[in-house]
């Protein structure tokens, strides 16, 4: 039998198991069931329902690893130099993330509440409201509006964007110019020529 | 005893009754019951469930409802002259709306699929599509992006809105001046001039 240490070493591989498997069972499909994850893990259900009490619970440790590992992708983006460049910089890494993470955004609507979803991002909203705030201080972004809501109003047309795309509705190819156009015209100073898509 | 036509007169006294105290109900908690909307209508709950046979059945036809109201309402709009004026015309009787319907949209994101909430915006959408088309035969707003995505976009940016205000985070009295600001200057061509917030 292994010691408490061995034990310690098992629940976390098979926690670890179990997030890896919910993000590829919810990638394919978004309503997995629990059942689905557990048997992908290779664990059964009550194993997993003994590291998460609920589907919601699991889904939410899925969301927020996946938000941290954003978080650390976006964090090794040098945001420094001209502001304009480097929100196209942000916006395209931003969106790579949003675009390849679609279908768990898609699971993360249908399972978590609303405002749980918008308190996963505000480490990325945060580094978006302080780009604004370096490129209102040298006149590139417009100052007459509050800089949360256009930081909440950049991950709102993103996830649009990807709802679109799921749908449908929307070429994948024509994302990122049309992201790019449309946030930097609306972080343009009022009498300013708004900028071309690319 | 009332004749068929007396009974089916009731029915449909009933199921507005239970639409309203749902519109009621959900706009003092998005969370209500079933239990709830049946009490404040006055009828018991099997009457109700004979009328929807679920709270997302229910939740439906109360959306569903609200956004035909919304949309003769938009339909009634003089939306032709000046495109750019059509639209700030647009943006603040769409925020109107959607301002006062905030509870119910919160409602409805916790318990409709997203997609549905998107089939149920589909006439409004169509006017937006309409209006951007004509503005860009005008040269007032931008064409190299897709219409429906643009469309898309105008309504993320309201309900991103509207969440920001429920939680807190924005002033409703910034709203208007800010939704009309960001999104002129998403449709302006690029190269032109962004035009001012108000």
């Known amino acids: 039998m292994p010691g408490t240490r061995g034990r310690r070493a098992d ?23 629990v059942a ?8 059964g259900r009550v194993t997993l329902y003994g590291h998460f009490a609920s589907r ?3 889904l939410d440790a899925v969301f ?28 395209r890494s931003s969106w790579r993330i949003v675009d390849r993470s679609r279908a768990l955004l898609v699971a993360a609507e249908r399972g978590l509440p609303h405002g749980r979803i918008r308190e996963l ?10 780009l604004i705030e370096r490129g209102r201080e040298q006149g590139e972004f417009r100052t007459d509006m509050p800089v949360a809501w256009l930081s909440a109003a950049f991950y709102g047309v993103l996830h ?39």
Chains 1, 2 share one sequence.
């Open 56 to 58: 919601e619970e699991l």
């Open 121 to 130: 991002h505000q480490r990325p909203l945060h580094r978006i409201e302080r």
């Open 36 to 43: 689905d994850i557990a048997q992908a893990a290779g664990v």
């Open 64 to 91: 927020a690893r996946a938000m941290r590992e954003a978080d650390a992708a976006l964090d090794s983006l040098d945001l420094e130099g001209d502001p304009r460049q480097a929100m196209v910089l942000l916006i």
């Open 11 to 33: 629940a976390r591989r098979n926690a670890t198991a179990i997030l890896d498997a919910a993000v590829e069972c919810l990638s394919r499909d978004p309503d997995a069931s």
């Open 160 to 198: 649009t964007t990807a709802d679109e795309i799921t749908a449908g509705r929307l070429d994948e190819a024509d994302a990122p110019g049309a992201l790019t156009g449309i946030l930097l015209a609306a972080f343009t100073p009022p009498g300013q020529p708004v900028p071309t898509a690319d």
